[in-house]
């Protein structure tokens, strides 16, 4: 009796290591099979412009109102297919507002006239660490390794947790189809449009970097936005900062914003 | 056994029921039979036309993921050609026919993509 459990417990044991050994080799499998289908490789393009941080520096002395960024504004619109919706449910990449409402925790109470009553261009601050990346329970937001905070419409749910997070409302809810509301064709047929349910924000225009031209706002400020690297000394917009006194929105929430005012 | 010519012609008539679904796809019309009309004369798509029409989706998964998250916007097909990963601008400028490609296989297997909420359809604007 004892000697047939002894054998029984024996090939118990043995079964189960076996089965186990078995179990980690199929769970072991697809993982390998998920690290890519494709048989090619990827690879960055050639004309590719790259840096280690990108940064907006915004030259607000060379603006005189609201009608000098409307320009740039409808540049950013025509670029990314961004739909003219007015009031509370507008969409907004690239804007303008007032001192008091970009820079709300500015306590100088005598600050000069010319730079109080200014309009200031709003944008998202692709922030050193965003987040509305972090609140993101999908990850469709995220922060790519040149800085660019961006987004994959594929991926979001429309549970706005970001534009919560958001400090500098720079993130737009499509409460409705934004195709209604374009022109037919739309502005650049070259990009996509969004759909009704998800957020959208500026991309700090990735898609057009990869292809070697500078974002579609500052090629429309004719030199009045710098846009470079912020870790290295040479950039015209490193220069810029060196050169001026800057302001950023909020510095005091700790989001390292990465665009700059030149006041 | 009791009844044995009702159990057994009603055993007959469960198979039956249950497998009809292969022996209907047997009769019906094979998946080559699509009718899609490739764009012109080429042989190949990025890769082989055997891969394409068994992983295409996942291979635009891929895409969308190395481009948007990694900012690898080329990609480098097996025979060495380069191409930029875009579905609007590359797949859609040789695929411009969407009603006779596109559509036609998705509809035949009853698959209902919603690429075109947000990607602009070559001819149809938006």
Request: glycine share 8%; aromatic share 10%; proline share 7%.
């Amino acid at each position: 009796m004892n000697n047939s459990r002894r054998s029984f417990l024996k090939a118990a044991g043995l079964s189960v290591c076996a089965l186990s050994g078995g179990i980690a080799d199929v769970a072991g499998f697809p993982a390998a099979a998920r690290a890519g289908i494709a048989p090619g490789r990827y690879g960055k393009g050639e004309n590719a412009l790259r840096a280690k941080r990108w940064a907006m520096v915004i030259d607000t002395r060379k603006f005189c109102g609201p009608q000098d960024y409307e320009p740039l504004v409808e540049a950013c619109r025509a670029a990314h297919n961004v739909p003219h919706i007015k009031g509370p449910q507008e969409i907004k990449w690239f804007w303008t507002d007032s001192y008091e409402h970009g820079f709300p925790d500015d306590m100088n109470e005598h600050l000069n006239k010319n730079v109080r009553e200014s309009a200031y261009p709003l944008l998202c601050n692709h922030c050193g660490s965003p987040p509305c990346a972090r609140v993101c329970p999908t990850q469709a937001t995220y922060q790519m390794e040149d800085g660019i905070v961006a987004m994959d419409y594929h991926r979001c749910i429309g549970c706005r947790f970001c534009m919560a997070a958001c400090p500098y409302g720079a993130r737009s809810f499509n409460f409705k189809d934004p195709r209604k509301f374009l022109p037919d064709p739309v502005p650049n047929p070259a990009f996509p449009t969004r759909m009704i349910g998800v957020v959208e924000k500026c991309t700090f225009c990735a898609e057009r970097l990869a292809a070697g031209q500078m974002p579609a706002c500052v090629e429309a400020s004719q030199g009045r936005i710098l846009f470079g690297d912020l870790e290295d000394p040479d950039s015209t917009a490193r220069q810029a900062l060196a050169a001026g006194y800057s302001i950023r929105r909020k510095p005091s929430l700790g989001t390292r914003p990465g665009v700059y005012y030149l006041i | 056994m009791y009844n044995a010519k009702a159990v057994v012609a009603g055993i007959i008539i469960f198979v039956v029921l249950c497998t009809s679904p292969f022996w209907a796809g047997r009769t019906g019309q094979d998946y080559k039979k699509t009718g899609i009309v490739p764009p012109g004369d080429e042989k190949n798509c990025v890769e082989n036309v055997t891969f394409m029409r068994a992983q295409h989706m996942r291979l635009l998964n891929e895409w969308r993921d190395e481009a948007l998250r990694k900012e690898n916007r080329t990609y480098i097909a097996a025979d060495g050609k380069k191409w930029i990963i875009s579905l609007q601008n590359t797949c859609l400028k040789c695929h411009s026919n969407y009603k006779d490609f596109c559509q036609k296989c998705h509809v035949a297997n009853s698959v209902d993509p919603y690429c075109w909420t947000c990607h602009i359809i070559p001819g149809e604007n938006k």
